[in-house]
């Protein structure tokens, strides 16, 4: 059975930096590219980062100001995302999914990944 496992997150203060990490077991990690979305209270589902086979990384345009880093590792079926400077706004439910090799370019839609995590929340406080 493929699982993908969160972990990192947790109650944080504004400015802390934070990594979260997922670990997926059950498929063949190096086929999938690799995202996180993350859905903030009350709102709907929306695109981080995702990096694909070639660890290539695509963000969104919060991500790409600066504060967003997203890494796998193939050797250990790990992607992480790093966080810095937190703010309020950040606070969410993360969560990481794989989407398969030759699959479409929308890595944007949550529709186009195969598998998902749990989530996991990370709470900023002011």
């Known amino acids: 059975q493929v699982q993908l496992v969160e972990s990192g997150g947790g109650l944080v203060q504004a400015g802390d930096s934070l990594r979260l990490s997922c670990t997926a077991s059950?498929?063949?990690?190096?086929?999938?590219?690799m995202g996180w979305f993350r859905q903030p209270p009350g709102k709907e589902r929306e695109f981080v980062a995702e990096?694909?086979?070639?660890?290539?990384?695509?963000y969104s345009p919060e991500a790409i100001k600066g504060r967003f880093t997203i890494s796998r590792d193939n050797a250990k079926n790990t992607v992480s995302l790093q966080i810095v400077n937190l703010k309020p706004e950040d606070t969410a439910d993360y969560f990481c999914?794989?989407?398969?090799?030759?699959?479409?370019?929308?890595?944007?839609?949550?529709?186009?990944?195969?598998?998902w995590g749990r989530g996991i929340r990370v709470t900023v406080s002011a």
């Open positions: 990096i694909n086979w070639s660890d290539s990384p695509t």
């Open positions: 999914a794989a989407r398969r090799r030759g699959g479409s370019s929308y890595y944007y839609r949550p529709s186009e990944y195969n598998y």
């Open positions: 059950g498929l063949s990690f190096g086929d999938y590219a």
